[in-house]
């Protein structure tokens, strides 16, 4: 007896396949990516400036503060930059709302409060900044700090402005 072959049905569907990733260029040449690119750097800078460095009391909080904002602000970088923001649940369709409140709620805040402490500590160890001081001192760390940190302040100012502006001409997408 001769076996016949079984018809030829095509296989069921698998998933549907998903969107290759690329990056969305016009988001890094827009103001609002290269304000980003800034923010990360100088985030950077002021967090590992303090924790390179021995820090004690309210530096605590400025550490804990920057690290926050900045590991937000790079997950914020990196959904727009690959533009996947629609993936975050409920924030993605409020996207460029999101990104205002982020810049000037937390960027503002956090990064003025961590700016004045840094500051403040600066001021306290300007003393060991006199020519001839021989023992080990924090003041230039922390007066770096400090300006990074000011810096960054501004920038998420400038960039929560943009998306408010953004917000105000009735646009709704962060480019």
Not at 55 to 84: D, I, P
Not at 139 to 162: E, K, N, R, V
Request: hydrophobic share 50%; proline share 6%.
């Amino acid at each position: 007896m001769a076996r016949t072959a079984p018809p030829a049905v095509p296989p069921p569907p698998g998933p549907p396949a998903r969107a290759s990733l690329s990056l969305h260029r016009a988001f890094l040449r827009s103001p609002l990516g290269l304000l980003r690119l800034g923010q990360l750097a100088l985030g950077a800078a002021f967090w590992v400036t303090v924790a390179a460095h021995k820090y004690e009391g309210a530096a605590h909080f400025a550490l804990f503060a920057a690290v926050l904002v900045w590991l937000l602000t790079l997950a914020l970088f990196g959904l727009s930059l690959l533009g996947r923001w629609e993936l975050v649940p409920w924030l993605g369709s409020r996207w460029l709302l999101t990104n205002l409140v982020h810049d000037l709620a937390l960027g503002v805040g956090l990064y003025a409060a961590a700016t004045g402490i840094m500051g403040h500590k600066a001021k306290q160890r300007s003393f060991c900044n006199l020519p001839g001081y021989s023992q080990h001192c924090l003041y230039s760390a922390y007066l770096s700090a400090s300006i990074c940190g000011g810096i960054a302040a501004c920038l998420y100012l400038f960039s929560g402005l943009y998306c408010l502006l953004r917000r105000c001409q009735d646009q709704r997408d962060i480019i």
